[in-house]
Nanobody
Framework: QVHLVESGGGLVQAGGSLRLSCVYSERTFSGMGWFRQAPGKEREFVAS????????IYEDTVKGRFTISRDNAKNTVYLQMNSLKPEETAVYYC???????????????????WGQGTQVTVSS
């Protein structure tokens, strides 16, 4: 079982920045993703990165403001979030695809392992 632990959430003013980190317990040679879930809403895709880090995809509203990256030597995936908006207040989840499934994906069903989430609150 792969364990994922997110950190870096918190309270930030609109227009501010946060960097989320996700440490995973073992190298899965798989794509990783970030999702978020606001109160009363379904979980939605934010960003995904391939195992090698060569390919990234983003949800349209975060393009140009969020950057996903990874350091496989540290078993860590990051999400740099800039110009945050109040409507982006949510619990942010890190997820890993099935082992050796190296590519990106925007579909939550294609992720086998999930962290417990970290709260991001953006004040107006």
């Amino acid at each position: 079982q792969v364990h994922l632990v997110e950190s870096g959430g918190g309270l930030v003013q609109a227009g501010g920045s946060l960097r989320l980190s996700c440490v995973y317990s073992e190298r899965t040679f798989s794509g990783m993703g970030w999702f978020r879930q606001a109160p009363g809403k379904e979980r939605e895709f934010v960003a995904s990165i391939s195992f090698t880090g060569d390919y990234m995809i983003y949800e349209d509203t975060v393009k140009g403001r969020f950057t996903i990256s990874r350091d496989n030597a540290k078993n860590t995936v990051y999400l740099q979030m800039n110009s945050l908006k109040p409507e982006e207040t949510a619990v942010y989840y890190c997820a890993a695809r099935k082992k050796q499934n190296w590519n990106t994906s925007s579909k939550s069903i294609e992720y086998d392992y999930w962290g417990q989430g970290t709260q991001v609150t953006v004040s107006s």
